[in-house]
Nanobody
Framework: QVQLVESGGELVQAGGSLRLSCAAS????????MGWFRQAPGKEREFVVA????????YTADSVKGRFTISRDNAKRTVYLQMNSLKPEDTAVYYC???????????????WGQGTQVTVSS
């Protein structure tokens, strides 16, 4: 079992930066692949970035490549999403997820947080 709580979402101007955090509890965190997904109003949930349990491997969606970075601190049981050069199209609810496999597919992730709202104004 893994419980996830996201934080850090807020209103920011285009071009700005935010860092989201996902605090995890549960014995399985250090061996879990972690992902960030987002869902904008009227759209399907989409993959953003993911990181392996060791932190040695990452996947990044083309839409955020070069702007977003995922990292994790297993000692603190926390995953981070650093978002730079934010655009209005990045506006969405951002979800943290945990699973056994490092994939881009949301169906492969078992545990989900409640989400945190990121709003980018133009």
């Amino acid at each position: 079992q893994v419980q996830l709580v996201e934080s850090g979402g807020e209103l920011v101007q285009a071009g700005g930066s935010l860092r989201l955090s996902c605090a995890a509890s549960g014995r399985s965190f250090s061996r879990a692949a972690m992902g960030w997904f987002r869902q904008a109003p009227g759209k399907e949930r989409e993959f953003v970035v993911a990181i392996s349990w060791s932190g040695g491997y990452t996947y990044t969606a083309d839409s955020v490549k070069g702007r977003f970075t995922i990292s994790r601190d297993n000692a603190k049981r926390t995953v981070y999403l650093q978002m730079n050069s934010l655009k209005p199209e990045d506006t969405a609810v951002y979800y943290c997820a945990a699973g056994d496999l490092l994939t881009r597919n949301s169906h492969d992730y078992t545990y989900w947080g409640q989400g945190t709202q990121v709003t980018v104004s133009s």
